[in-house]
């Protein structure tokens, strides 16, 4: 999978997204909010931001 520069410079946060789903626990769209009480210096549009470009580099492109 190859990441944009955005996607790269998230990274760090990517990690603990991908843990968040791996753990089952709560549901993706709530991640912008856990973000945010992991890392209360980010913004609330940065965490949006962040949960779409993981979001978007998760998308599997099947050739449709």
Do not use: C, H
Not at 24 to 49: I, S
């Amino acid at each position: 999978v190859k990441l944009t520069d955005k996607q790269k410079e998230y990274l760090p946060f990517f990690v603990m997204l991908d843990l968040m789903q791996e753990s089952g626990q709560m549901n993706m769209f709530g991640a912008p909010a856990k973000l945010r009480e992991l890392d209360p210096d980010l913004g609330r549009r940065e965490a949006m931001n962040i949960t779409s470009e993981w979001m978007k580099s998760k998308v599997v492109n099947n050739g449709s």
